[in-house]
Nanobody, 124 residues
Framework: QVQLVESGGGLVQAGGSLRLSCAAS????????MGWFRQAPGKEREFVAG????????LYADSVKGRFTVSRDNAKNTVSLQMSNLKPEDTAVYYC?????????????????WGQGTQVTVSS
């Protein structure tokens, strides 16, 4: 059984930082792109950041560009999201996901496996 487990969420003040981690088990994802998505109450799940299979290419939503950094360690089957200069509008449940391709996809339909999510709350 495939599992993606996120960790690292929490409550932080505006301007602060958090690091989210996602650990994969059940199979390796070294040939799959990985993505981070978020969903705020009453809103659709949206793409935040993605990284290709090798870690050599990353893509970010405009709203987080310059503040968030995605990385991966294929030897450890983990992917991380470093979030800095957090804003109240970053408050959401954050999900990691594994795509069915090697290249980064921004649509939720491109991802086969999802974690359970971790809450990030940014206070003003």
């Amino acid at each position: 059984q495939v599992q993606l487990v996120e960790s690292g969420g929490g409550l932080v003040q505006a301007g602060g930082s958090l690091r989210l981690s996602c650990a994969a088990s059940g199979r390796t994802f070294s040939t799959n792109a990985m993505g981070w998505f978020r969903q705020a109450p009453g809103k659709e799940r949206e793409f935040v950041a993605g990284i290709n299979w090798s870690g050599g290419s990353a893509l970010y939503a405009d709203s987080v560009k310059g503040r968030f950094t995605v990385s991966r360690d294929n030897a450890k089957n983990t992917v991380s999201l470093q979030m800095s200069n957090l804003k109240p509008e970053d408050t959401a449940v954050y999900y990691c996901a594994a795509a069915w391709t090697m290249a980064i996809l921004t649509a939720t339909s491109g991802y086969d496996y999802w974690g359970q999510g971790t809450q990030v709350t940014v206070s003003s």
